[in-house]
């Protein structure tokens, strides 16, 4: 088997109120795993409560060897490896080291971050293609959010074809890319 550390997509097949979903399962175990989370809040016991869950319930990122995961997957029954389409039978899906750090450093940025679907996304949501120079989010390059009536500036950082989110972005950091 293939030794190298990358980033496998999971499914979490839990319910969504489980005890013991699959991130935490996987991390007290010892993996690094990353499921990007939003704060919602919650009626427990009659009283109003801000919990973190994650913002797709079956989607989880875990940074290991295949050799090291798979034991783990085969005990686990709630616990599915995603699988690439057009690449062989049964070929674990991966997301490149530069592209989760990317993507795991724009979520951590203060501010209301907004996460879509693949089929959520339509290309009338594209804006101009920006670079980011300067501030939090140097760096980075990608599309602005087009929403009717807003008067935030958006960047969309993608996941290609799993998962996009917006993090609002200072209009003094922004600059125009032509092409």
């Known amino acids: 088997m293939d030794e190298s550390v990358e980033w496998f997509v999971m499914r979490d097949l839990t319910r969504a109120n489980a005890r013991v979903p699959a991130w935490r399962l996987l991390e007290e175990k010892g993996f690094e795993v990353f499921t990007p989370m ?12 801000r919990e973190t869950v994650p913002a797709i319930h079956d989607l989880l990122f875990v940074h290991s060897s295949q050799s ?5 997957v085969e005990r686990t029954p ?24 990317r993507f ?33 989010m140097d760096g980075y390059e990608g599309c602005l959010l087009k929403a009717r ?16 989110l917006s993090v609002e972005v200072s ?5 125009l890319i032509r092409e």
């Open 68 to 72: 090291l995961l798979t034991p783990t």
């Open 171 to 175: 209009p003094e950091f922004i600059t």
């Open 104 to 136: 795991i450093h724009a979520t951590r940025q203060d501010g209301d971050i907004r996460y879509y679907t693949p089929e959520e996304i339509t290309p009338s949501m594209y804006g101009h293609r920006v670079r980011i120079v300067g501030g939090p």
């Open 38 to 49: 939003v704060t919602r809040i919650a009626v427990r016991s009659g009283r109003r409560i």
């Open 78 to 101: 709630t616990l599915q490896y995603r699988y690439a389409r057009g690449l062989g039978y049964r070929v674990p899906l991966t997301v490149r080291p530069t592209e989760m750090s």
């Open 149 to 164: 009536g807003s008067r935030k500036r958006r960047l969309l950082v993608e996941l290609d074809g799993l998962l996009t």
